[in-house]
């Protein structure tokens, strides 16, 4: 339970406002946290893949339609369906955990995996293709050999690692040849536009991106290979 100081709006909002609720936690399971509203919620904020649920409060209800992590705030976008909710409130969160956000762990999984593969097996590995479920990933990349048990376990155990360092997952707007000048990997072939969003988990996959993916590297929870075949001349997928 965390109380939050209330910020300067301090009117009730009632149903069918589109706010963004704050919280200095990242909520989970039946957490009571204290609402601070922070703003009415503009378009530009509403995507991603954060959580989903609903806030419950006496009889209020907070529907969260999506879960944004902003510097040390998390903001909780959507709409009140019952009653009012206004700063100081208490309320329960029930968290969805919902197909959207497994898409996003394995999205983000993929940016993960995408790097480790360079780093064990060398920098000509570059994405072929790839493809994101629910419940699964595949990742299409150039290499002319197989690639052994024991460098799939490395692979595995590195972005295991990562996942477990738990990275912020940071995007940023940057004119496109500063982001090359950072580092950003692009595939090769892809037209871009001159402004690029990119996406960095701490200093180990840098890449240009505009899916959605989880806010830190950690809610990915664990990564397993199943398996790793050659699919066409020079390209291998796991
Ligand atoms: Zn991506």
């Known amino acids: 339970m965390a109380a939050i100081k209330a910020t300067s709006i301090s009117r009730p909002y ?40 609903v806030l419950e409060c006496a009889g209020s ?18 709409t009140v369906t019952a009653g009012q909710v206004k700063t100081g409130n208490t309320v329960k969160a029930r968290v ?3 197909e959207r956000r497994q898409i996003a762990y394995n999205h983000s999984a993929t940016h993960l995996l995408h ?24 990742f299409d990349f150039s290499h002319f050999a197989p690639v052994s048990p024991e460098q799939l376990n490395e692979i595995e155990d590195l972005v295991n690692e990562k996942i ?15 982001a090359m000048a950072a580092g950003a990997m692009a595939l090769f072939g892809e037209k871009y536009g001159d402004v690029v ?23 990915i929870g664990l990564f397993k290979i199943i398996s790793e ?9 796991t």
């Open 14 to 53: 009632s149903r069918s406002q589109r706010l963004a609720l704050t919280t200095r936690q990242h909520l989970s399971g039946e957490d009571e946290i204290t609402v601070e509203i922070a703003r009415r919620a503009d378009a530009e904020i509403c995507r991603g893949p954060g959580d989903e649920g």
């Open 61 to 78: 209800i907070f529907n969260v339609q999506d879960t944004q992590k902003q510097k040390d705030a998390y903001m909780h976008i959507g």
């Open 96 to 98: 969805n955990r919902s």
């Open 115 to 138: 790097a480790a593969l360079r780093k064990v097996l060398g920098e000509h590995v570059t994405q072929k293709g790839s493809l994101v479920q629910s419940d699964r990933l595949r």
């Open 164 to 178: 477990r360092a738990n990275y912020d997952v940071d995007t940023r707007l940057m004119k496109q040849d500063e």
């Open 197 to 219: 969003r990119v996406l960095s988990m701490g200093d180990f996959s840098v890449e240009l991106c505009g899916g959605t993916h989880v806010n830190h590297t950690g809610d």
């Open 229 to 237: 075949t050659g699919v066409a001349a020079g390209v291998r997928r």
